[in-house]
């Protein structure tokens, strides 16, 4: 799971059950995020929207059937 949040504000907006759901948070990069940016698993217009309606936004991993199916598509 990653959880998006703006630099400034941290996880101040982020609902306290989802913080204890994560346990202890692990910055893992700072991004620059415009509409255009490609990331791996979202769509950066997404992600800034979100995080400029509700202050964070969650990206959780791929079903397991997605992955098996973009292994068979690819394979």
């Known amino acids: 799971m990653y959880l998006y949040v703006q630099q400034a504000r941290g996880?101040?907006?982020?609902?306290?059950?989802l913080l204890r759901k994560f346990g202890e948070l692990v910055p893992v990069m700072v991004l620059q995020l415009t509409p255009e940016r490609k990331l791996a698993r979202a769509d950066a217009a997404t992600v800034l929207?979100?995080?400029e309606q509700q202050?964070?936004?969650?990206?959780l991993p791929p079903l397991v059937a997605d992955l098996l199916s973009r292994?068979?598509?690819n394979g």
């Open 71 to 73: 292994e068979v598509t």
């Open 49 to 51: 929207t979100s995080l």
């Open 55 to 59: 202050g964070y936004y969650l990206q």
């Open 11 to 17: 996880t101040q907006d982020v609902p306290e059950a």
